[in-house]
């Protein structure tokens, strides 16, 4: 069963920090692309970074030097560390795989 499981939303103080991942199951997670994504109600789903299956990085700007993505293959598991969080960063955080696989979600709010 093909299956993404995100976790470590939550909760912070503008100016904190968070970790989340994102276990996969059901794909061969080494050779797959991931990202992640975030949506705030009444927008389009946008693009935060991407690791692609030979570790190459790319980040939105709004986010490029605050969050980092990475994953470990021997745990089926990709992570963003979340940095210098604003209140702006409040979504609902998605993770992907393969631009066609999508977790169910985790809430990230940002208290200013």
């Known amino acids: 069963q093909v299956q993404l499981v995100e976790s470590g939303g939550g909760l912070v103080q503008a100016g904190g920090s968070l970790r989340l991942s994102c276990t996969a199951s059901?794909?061969?997670?080494?050779?797959?692309?991931m990202a992640w994504y975030r949506q705030v109600p009444g927008k389009q789903r946008e693009l935060c970074a991407v690791?692609?299956?030979?570790?190459?990085?790319n980040y939105a700007d709004a986010v490029k030097g605050r969050f980092t993505i990475s994953r470990d293959n021997a745990k089926n598991t990709v992570y963003l560390q979340m940095n210098s969080l604003k209140a702006e960063d409040t979504a609902v955080y998605y993770c992907?795989?393969?631009?066609?696989?999508w977790g169910q979600g985790t809430q990230v709010t940002v208290s200013s």
């Open positions: 690791v692609t299956s030979g570790g190459t990085t």
């Open positions: 992907n795989a393969l631009s066609l696989l």
């Open positions: 059901g794909i061969i997670f080494s050779l797959s692309d």
